[in-house]
Every structure is written in C-alpha cells, then in structure tokens.
C-alpha cells in the first residue's frame, strides 16, 4: 500500500511539472513571438515614439550679440543673461519636513539679498506656494478617482520668488542658500534665463546707440543697433536635446557665432557735459527740444551727439534723430555759406560798405527786416564784416542780389559745389529727406523759384540744411577748407580684432581760396568779439561761429522759432567744432544767450578736461572768480582734481572718506571738511555730485532716484533717519 502510494505520488508529481514545463515552454514563445512582433513589426514605430520622448531636434542656439564702445573701450551696450526665479513645488523630491525645516532661514537669506521685500513676505510666498501645491494635487487625486476629465489649472509649478531677473553672480550665490543649495528636483528650484541689452550708462546718448525689441531674436530697433543689426546680432547655432539617465544634455551640432562688436567715436566725458548742457538749457526756456553734436576737427570723429525732446513738462529724453531730422530753415549759421561764395567770386571784400538805413530793405514787394529795425541805433551803412558781426539779413541779401540777380543759378550751384547737397550715408537709419540738405535750383520746375527766393535764401530761409551739415560746413572751415564726413562708427571687431576700419571721407578738399577763408575765420571771430555771439566768448581761449534765429515753417505761415550756435574752438589751433539748436523755445529768441550758452559751457568743459592740464588765468583780478565750485563727496578724488588744477585749498578733518567744500569769494580759498555718516542713518547728500550721492546711499541700503543735473540741493528723506532697507530716496539736483 505504501508502495502504491509512493508511485502514485511520483507520478503526480511528474505530470504537474509536464504542466508547468509546457506552460513555462508557450510564455517562452510568446515571448519570442512579442519580441519579434515589436522589434520587426511594430519596430519602426516603437522606434520614432522613442525618438520623440529622448531627443529633441533641431533647436536653436542664440548666439551673443555683440557689443558697442565708446572710443575709449567702455561700454555703451551689451549684453547680459538674466534670470527669472521660481519655484516648483509640485516637485517630487521637495520633503515637506524639510522644507519647514529650512523655510525661516531660507527667508531671511533672500530678505537680506533681495530687500524688496521682508523675510515674513518671502515666507508667507513660500508657504503660500506649498499649500497651494498639496490642494491641486488633492484636487488632481478626486478627479482621477473619480474618472472626472476636468483639468485642474496648476499655479503652483512656477511660482515667482524674487521680483526683479537676476544675474549669473546673484544666481550663483542664490544656490548656496539653505534649502537652495540642494539639487533642483529637491529644492524646487527653477529658472528661466533671458538675454537683456543692458547700457551701463543708462540713457547716456540713447537715440545714438539705439535700443533692441523686447524679443532680443527681433534685432535692432532705433540707432546703432538698427542700422548694424546684421553685423551685431551673429549667426545661430544649432543642437539637439537628448535624455539621458533621466537628463536632459544638449549635443551641439553647429557653434553659433557670435556678432561682431562696434568701436565707435563717442566720448562718454564730452557726451555727458553735452547732454547735461543742454538739458538744462531746454528746461531752463522751456523748449520743444534740442540738439547739440561735437566733432573732432581733423578726424571728423563725432564725440557727442544729443537729441532731447520734451515728453512732459520739465522733463527730455532722447527721442527723434534731431541731429538729422531738422528739416527746417537753418536762418543765419547759413549767412556764413553766402559770405564765403560772395568773398571767393570777389563780389564784395571784408571792407566793403552797404548801405542798410533802419534795417529795412524792401525787395520785390518783400520786405527784409534786421532783427534791430523797431529800436534802430545802427548805422547807414555797414560793411561786411560788421553785418554779419550783427547779423544782418540787410547786409547779407544786397550782398547776395549784388553778385547774382541776374544770374541765381551761379549762386545756387556754388553751394552744390560746397558740397552742401552731396547726399550722405550716415550711421544713424533715417526715414525720407532726413539727413539731406535741401537747396533750391532756379530751373527746378518741382520747386519753382520766386522773384525774393534769392534774397531769402541768402540769410537761411526757403531751403533746408539738417544740423549735421552745418556742424560739417562750420568744421571744414575749421579744418583749413578741407570739408569731412562726420561719423560715428570706427570699426568692427571681433574678439577684440579689427575686422573693419572706416576712414575719414573727404566731401570737399577745399571749400575755397586761402585768402577766402582767412577772411571768413576773421568775420566769425569777430561775431563772438563784437557781435550776436558775444555771449559765447570764453576768458579761458578764442571761440569762433555764428548765431542762427529763424521762424519755423508751420501750416502756410510761421510759429515760433529755431535758434542756433556753430563754432570751433580753440579758434586759433582749432580742435573741435560744437553744433547747438534749440526749438521753440520760451521768450526772446536768441542765438547767443540760449544755443550760444550751451555751446560755452560744453568747449569750456572740453578745454579744461581735455585740451589743458591747468587753467591759465588771465591775472590776478580774475583767480576769484575763476575758482572751481568745488562739489561735496570723495575727499580722494576731490584732492586729485584740486592738485590737478593747482588750486590751493584746506581740509580740517583727518583721514575722512566724504567731505564738504566751501569757497571763500573773499579770500578766494577753498575749504574742505569731514561729512559725517553714522551707519544705519541716513547720510547727508547736499551738496554732493549726483554719483557720489548715488554711490553713498545706495551703498546704505536705499533705492536711489535723481532728477535734475549738479549739485544736490534737496532729499527726500532726511539726513540721520533710521534707514530701511529697499526703501527710496529721491535726490534733486540743481
């Protein structure tokens, strides 16, 4: 029996393992049958849906876009990734105890970093954003098991945690900070990088340098950027994205190249005191807006160009190209063209008289006035150089009529030999007539030419020369008659390399005759000696130009007015000649007392900074008033320049950082003495220059804002109040 049941019980054994052999052996071959449905049949598409999930192809690489300098290297515009920060807190590694753990610290760090806000506003965000997280999960885990298909709008994936983008050095330092410093699944950590075109000088010659679209990949919008966008912007790489052991690593296949850098002509120095010049010329008239450009003499290289115009009351900005969109009637800069065709034709001398009664002469039912003729006081008659010392329409149209009534075409193709209607390339984009001159011919059946049209025009009306042509006209006379190109752009470069350099462009080798124009450099010395440009003269060197008032052109009649300074100086070894107009201002218009104003406080600039290492004072009667006003600020750097000038002075402290000054209009001293700042409190800044000012309450913790140009005169939060932290202060200059 027990034999029997042993046998029995093998038996069974061995057929239930027959059963699972031949179980074992049919999954075996399906599992064979599988492998090769999928590699073989289904492959191809197993295959391309692999492709998708683990490789992304085709992806752009941007490449940098280069960068403009200034021609002393430094930077005008660049440009610089930055980071918006966020947090994903539905992030599978984020540890909820760990999070509590960290999140106080966490605050006060990017509290102490970012002072916008508070460590309490930075925790309630953060905390804020993890409750968030768990009810869209909670409401996410009902829907699935509810079979619901409504989507839940998920906030919590990308929550911002810091206001402003930030760079690559504060991401850096970011990433150290408790509950950061961990890998990004854990932290939750995300950010999304954006290439900004950054200006170092914030709005320092803005309209020249142009700005880019919003959408860097869009290019250049205005200015240098626009007109060289497609030497800035380079040329796009390209790669594809592959996951790999749960990352993602890019696999370059093609180096974008990056764009290629512009060295331009500009002179940070020279810009800033034209803008600041300017700027408080067109608020202190209250004018529609302004211009002023510098060139360098031999080289035509622009040092400045501003263009202001108003956009509320009391406040410019760069806006239109000024320089080149003043399509309006010069006035009288452009008697100085008339007086050098006249003298070259010999049709009248320096000394020559004419006769010019009460300043009205009438002509072919028009009548020509001077800007006298109500008051009188003048002569009968006046010579050459005496009329256009005070500018005189009388003067400079009998001049004109003398030479050419009866053959205006002459007169016409004279200035065309100038090379005044040459049409010119500039390096700023320009739209329509902008940037040309516009001068009328007697057989131009577009334009037909009147019986006054001569006369007119002689003195600056019924023709239309843009400020840069008469900044280059007044520079070649300065130039020993070799009449050249104004530009802006000196070269390309690329890794720091001359790809590219652009030479000076003659216009005109020789404008006129030597006699000619020693005769003219005398005239124009002569109107800022004894004429309408005395304003303009300089105890410190000779200047040379001429005024310019003219009525705009508005709706078939005339509406205020245009008034104009152009000249050179040093006017006897001459460096560099300065365009000013100003529009529409408010009250007498005067080419001398308002453009003129502007014009001096920008070559004295230049001269003490750049052209002398010292003032030279005319005697002893004049150090007084000659004697810097010295600003509040760096003790430092106020002795540098002070021992520069060879200006003697005292200081009463010892071993200050910031000082105050003081001078002494009776002893003609000046006097340095420690400015006091206590940490936590709120310095003192009056007095001080504005980056100084800037530099000292920013470096305490304040948000600084600023208007107006000089010295501070005026903060809003009072010097020796606790300070918070981010909070702002508003400075006002003189």
């Given at each position: 029996?027990?034999?029997?049941?042993?046998?029995?019980?093998?038996?069974?054994?061995?057929?239930?393992?027959?059963?699972?052999?031949?179980?074992?052996?049919?999954?075996?071959?399906?599992?064979?049958?599988?492998?090769?449905?999928?590699?073989?049949?289904?492959?191809?598409?197993?295959?391309?849906?692999?492709?998708?999930?683990?490789?992304?192809?085709?992806?752009?690489?941007?490449?940098?876009?280069?960068?403009?300098?200034?021609?002393?290297?430094?930077?005008?515009?660049?440009?610089?990734?930055?980071?918006?920060?966020?947090?994903?807190?539905?992030?599978?590694?984020?540890?909820?105890?760990?999070?509590?753990?960290?999140?106080?610290?966490?605050?006060?760090?990017?509290?102490?970093?970012?002072?916008?806000?508070?460590?309490?506003?930075?925790?309630?965000?953060?905390?804020?954003?993890?409750?968030?997280?768990?009810?869209?999960?909670?409401e996410i885990e009902i829907n699935r098991k509810s079979g619901s298909k409504k989507k839940v709008k998920v906030r919590s994936r990308y929550v911002r945690i810091i206001r402003p983008d930030i760079n690559y050095v504060d991401l850096k330092e970011l990433r150290t900070f408790p509950f950061f410093n961990q890998r990004s699944n854990r932290s939750g950590l995300l950010t999304e990088e954006k290439t900004m075109r950054m200006k170092p000088f914030g709005r320092l010659a803005g309209r020249t340098v142009g700005s880019i679209?919003?959408?860097?990949?869009?290019?250049?919008?205005?200015?240098?950027?626009?007109?060289?966008?497609?030497?800035?912007?380079?040329?796009?790489?390209?790669?594809?994205?592959?996951?790999?052991?749960?990352?993602?690593?890019?696999?370059?296949?093609?180096?974008?190249?990056?764009?290629?850098?512009?060295?331009?002509?500009?002179?940070?120095?020279?810009?800033?005191?034209?803008?600041?010049?300017?700027?408080?010329?067109?608020?202190?008239?209250?004018?529609?807006?302004?211009?002023?450009?510098?060139?360098?003499?031999?080289?035509?290289?622009?040092?400045?160009?501003?263009?202001?115009?108003?956009?509320?009351?009391?406040?410019?900005?760069?806006?239109?190209?000024?320089?080149?969109?003043?399509?309006?009637?010069?006035?009288?800069?452009?008697?100085?063209?008339?007086?050098?065709?006249?003298?070259?034709?010999?049709?009248?001398?320096?000394?020559?008289?004419?006769?010019?009664?009460?300043?009205?002469?009438?002509?072919?039912?028009?009548?020509?006035?001077?800007?006298?003729?109500?008051?009188?006081?003048?002569?009968?008659?006046?010579?050459?150089?005496?009329?256009?010392?005070?500018?005189?329409?009388?003067?400079?149209?009998?001049?004109?009529?003398?030479?050419?009534?009866?053959?205006?075409?002459?007169?016409?193709?004279?200035?065309?030999?100038?090379?005044?209607?040459?049409?010119?390339?500039?390096?700023?984009?320009?739209?329509?007539?902008?940037?040309?001159?516009?001068?009328?011919?007697?057989?131009?059946?577009?334009?037909?030419?009147?019986?006054?049209?001569?006369?007119?025009?002689?003195?600056?009306?019924?023709?239309?020369?843009?400020?840069?042509?008469?900044?280059?006209?007044?520079?070649?006379?300065?130039?020993?008659?070799?009449?050249?190109?104004?530009?802006?752009?000196?070269?390309?470069?690329?890794?720091?390399?001359?790809?590219?350099?652009?030479?000076?462009?003659?216009?005109?080798?020789?404008?006129?005759?030597?006699?000619?124009?020693?005769?003219?450099?005398?005239?124009?010395?002569?109107?800022?000696?004894?004429?309408?440009?005395?304003?303009?003269?300089?105890?410190?060197?000779?200047?040379?130009?001429?005024?310019?008032?003219?009525?705009?052109?508005?709706?078939?009649?005339?509406?205020?007015?245009?008034?104009?300074?152009?000249?050179?100086?040093?006017?006897?070894?001459?460096?560099?000649?300065?365009?000013?107009?100003?529009?529409?201002?408010?009250?007498?218009?005067?080419?001398?007392?308002?453009?003129?104003?502007?014009?001096?406080?920008?070559?004295?600039?230049?001269?003490?900074?750049?052209?002398?290492?010292?003032?030279?004072?005319?005697?002893?009667?004049?150090?007084?008033?000659?004697?810097?006003?010295?600003?509040?600020?760096?003790?430092?750097?106020?002795?540098?320049?002070?021992?520069?000038?060879?200006?003697?002075?005292?200081?009463?402290?010892?071993?200050?950082?910031?000082?105050?000054?003081?001078?002494?209009?009776?002893?003609?001293?000046?006097?340095?003495?420690?400015?006091?700042?206590?940490?936590?409190?709120?310095?003192?800044?009056?007095?001080?220059?504005?980056?100084?000012?800037?530099?000292?309450?920013?470096?305490?913790?304040?948000?600084?804002?600023?208007?107006?140009?000089?010295?501070?005169?005026?903060?809003?939060?009072?010097?020796?109040?606790?300070?918070?932290?981010?909070?702002?202060?508003?400075?006002?200059?003189?």
């Open positions: 029996m027990a034999k029997k049941s042993e046998g029995t019980m093998k038996k069974a054994a061995i057929s239930r393992y027959g059963w699972i052999v031949f179980l074992m052996s049919f999954i075996f071959i399906g599992i064979i049958v599988c492998i090769f449905k999928i590699k073989y049949a289904e492959g191809p598409v197993w295959r391309e849906l692999g492709k998708l999930e683990t490789v992304k192809k085709d992806r752009e690489i941007r490449p940098n876009r280069g960068n403009i300098y200034a021609d002393d290297g430094r930077l005008l515009a660049t440009s610089e990734p930055l980071y918006g920060v966020y947090m994903d807190f539905m992030s599978e590694g984020i540890k909820k105890d760990t999070l509590m753990k960290y999140v106080t610290p966490l605050s006060q760090a990017l509290a102490k970093k970012f002072a916008d806000r508070n460590a309490a506003q930075y925790k309630k965000i953060i905390l804020d954003g993890w409750d968030l997280s768990r009810k869209e999960l909670n679209y919003k959408d860097i990949d869009a290019g250049g919008a205005s200015g240098l950027e626009l007109k060289y966008d497609s030497i800035l912007k380079g040329v796009p790489g390209l790669k594809t994205r592959q996951r790999v052991q749960g990352r993602w690593i890019d696999v370059v296949l093609e180096e974008p190249i990056d764009g290629w850098d512009i060295k331009t002509s500009l002179d940070v120095d020279i810009q800033d005191m034209s803008e600041k010049a300017l700027y408080n010329k067109l608020v202190e008239t209250r004018a529609e807006s302004g211009v002023a450009i510098v060139m360098e003499v031999a080289t035509g290289e622009i040092k400045a160009i501003t263009n202001l115009d108003r956009v509320s009351e009391g406040v410019y900005a760069e806006g239109n190209p000024n320089a080149f969109s003043y399509m309006s009637e010069p006035g009288s800069t452009f008697k100085t063209v008339s007086l050098m065709v006249a003298l070259e034709d010999s049709v009248v001398t320096p000394r020559d008289s004419l006769f010019v009664g009460n300043g009205l002469f009438e002509h072919k039912g028009r009548v020509v006035r001077d800007h006298y003729w109500r008051t009188g006081g003048r002569k009968q008659y006046m010579t050459i150089t005496e009329g256009m010392a005070i500018s005189s329409n009388v003067v400079v149209s009998k001049m004109i009529l003398k030479g050419y009534e009866n053959n205006p075409q002459k007169y016409a193709q004279r200035i065309h030999d100038l090379g005044l209607t040459k049409k010119i390339e500039w390096d700023v984009p320009l739209k329509g007539i902008e940037g040309t001159s516009q001068i009328r011919f007697p057989n131009d059946k577009a334009n037909p030419w009147s019986k006054t049209t001569l006369a007119w025009m002689s003195f600056g009306y019924e023709t239309q020369v843009p400020p840069i042509y008469m900044l280059m006209f007044y520079n070649g006379i300065a130039n020993n008659g070799k009449m050249i190109k104004p530009f802006l752009t000196k070269a390309f470069l690329k890794d720091g390399k001359v790809q590219q350099e652009f030479e000076t462009e003659v216009i005109n080798p020789s404008l006129c005759s030597e006699r000619t124009l020693s005769q003219v450099k005398e005239i124009l010395r002569e109107v800022v000696t004894k004429g309408t440009g005395k304003a303009v003269n300089s105890k410190l060197f000779p200047i040379a130009g001429k005024t310019g008032t003219a009525m705009i052109a508005s709706r078939g009649g005339y509406e205020g007015y245009y008034v104009s300074f152009c000249g050179y100086f040093p006017a006897d070894a001459p460096k560099y000649t300065c365009f000013v107009g100003i529009r529409r201002p408010v009250g007498s218009p005067s080419g001398g007392l308002m453009p003129g104003a502007v014009f001096k406080n920008i070559a004295e600039g230049i001269y003490t900074k750049h052209l002398v290492a010292t003032p030279v004072y005319a005697s002893k009667d004049t150090v007084h008033s000659l004697i810097p006003a010295v600003k509040g600020g760096s003790l430092k750097n106020t002795e540098l320049v002070l021992k520069k000038l060879n200006q003697q002075y005292t200081f009463s402290g010892d071993k200050a950082e910031w000082i105050k000054a003081k001078n002494d209009s009776v002893t003609g001293g000046i006097t340095l003495f420690e400015s006091i700042s206590k940490e936590g409190l709120v310095p003192n800044v009056i007095g001080m220059g504005a980056r100084d000012a800037i530099y000292l309450l920013e470096n305490s913790g304040l948000k600084v804002n600023l208007s107006g140009a000089g010295k501070v005169r005026k903060q809003s939060i009072q010097a020796g109040s606790k300070i918070t932290k981010g909070a702002a202060i508003t400075i006002e200059l003189n």
